[in-house]
């Protein structure tokens, strides 16, 4: 089983990105929620590791349940975003500022309630408790970590995959011109 954990990570991780993709009709919006999942697994190895606890299949479901967690949380920064910069007409700084402004109170809200539930599993004492700890700890631990970065990382990712994004889509044009004009049935025929 232990073998198999990062074909299921990997597997998941793709599954996300098909599914983000098709939602977002986007191959770059995915990649920005996704960019926020490396700090939450850091954190939640970290502190696995500063607690002495051993990576089993426990703390391997509490990753899972971050995973759904932090995503839902760049979900709401980049969905808002979005919808503000065609609605409104807001460049993508003005967009993604106002959803870090206006979505930071439901972010740390579901992020508190997520790490003060994870205290109680990570701390208790008794009969089978010592099967939960690991999950506590990892959650606690990357929701700790995500949201002290998450907030810093997602915007900057969502304008730089922006501005490439704008660039693919400029070179794009313009490999598509020259392909054209080099293309054997546009071209016109000499008069003899």
């Known amino acids: 089983m232990v073998q198999s954990e990062p074909v299921l990570v ?6 996300l990105f098909i599914v983000l993709g098709i939602l977002y009709e986007s191959c770059v919006h ?3 929620i996704l960019s926020t999942l ?12 500063l607690f002495r606890t051993d990576f089993d299949v426990i703390a391997l479901i509490g990753i899972f349940a ?4 932090v995503m ?9 975003a979005l919808v503000a910069g065609r609605s409104a007409s807001l460049t993508p700084y003005e967009a993604i500022r106002q959803a870090c402004l206006l979505r930071f109170r439901p972010i740390l809200m579901t992020s508190l309630a997520v790490m003060v539930a994870a205290v109680p599993l990570a701390v208790t004492r008794g009969n089978g408790a ?6 506590g700890i990892a959650m606690g631990g990357g929701l700790v970590v995500s949201q002290l970065l998450t907030l810093y990382t997602t915007p900057v990712v969502y304008l730089y995959l ?5 660039w693919a889509g400029t070179w794009w044009q313009g490999f598509g011109a020259r392909h054209d004009a080099g293309w054997p049935a546009a ?6």
């Open 10 to 15: 990997i597997g998941a991780l793709l599954t």
């Open 66 to 69: 971050l995973i759904g967690i």
């Open 38 to 49: 490396p700090s939450a697994a850091v954190g939640a190895v970290f502190a696995l590791l």
């Open 130 to 135: 010592e099967m939960h700890h690991p999950l």
């Open 162 to 166: 922006d501005r490439f994004s704008r």
């Open 30 to 32: 995915p990649l920005t």
């Open 187 to 192: 071209r016109k025929e000499p008069p003899r």
């Open 72 to 80: 839902k949380n760049a979900i709401m920064m980049v969905d808002f």
